[in-house]
């Protein structure tokens, strides 16, 4: 078994989703074996609930983590969820494409803004139970294919 979670920093330095789908079916496939390899490939939550970017928003609250994007460089809300959209399509069709099993992060992405324990302090980042939230998500998804 395979676990791939790597999109969010391409995202962020600007590779396109289509760039960034066809280096995806390339790594997929030579993990994958010819079918030797069970691989399963998260996608991208929704990183317009992460509190790093909130804290860039006007009317941030106040405690939360700094804002670390140059002001000229803010994506909107809208531009941040169509750039989050195209890579999610580009992940299901790599996965699709090579046989992988998507573990769908971005479904349950509601649950951030409800789980501040969930993000480490940067705002960005899992935490400890961050990251043991998002394993489950991978281990429900291996059971349901085994």
Known sequence: ????????????NGVTAQD??????????ALGRGGQARVLVANTPDLAQLPAYRACLPGAPAGGPECLI???LMPTPQA??????GYNAA???AAKQEGATLV???????QITQHPEWISADGFHPSRQGYAV???????????IS
Do not use: C
């Not at 941040?80 to 959209?85: C, D, E, F, Q, T």
């Not at 769908?104 to 509601?110: G, V």
């Not at 998002?134 to 349901?144: C, G, L, P, S, T």
């Open 1 to 12: 078994m395979v676990t791939v979670w790597l999109n969010v920093n391409d995202l962020i």
């Open 104 to 110: 769908d992060l971005h479904l349950n992405d509601s």
């Open 20 to 29: 960034y789908e066809a280096e995806l079916r390339q790594v997929l496939h």
């Open 91 to 93: 992940i299901s069709n």
């Open 134 to 144: 998002i394993a489950k998500q991978f281990e429900d998804a291996y059971r349901r």
């Open 70 to 72: 140059p002001a000229g």
């Open 80 to 85: 941040v969820a169509a750039a989050v959209a």
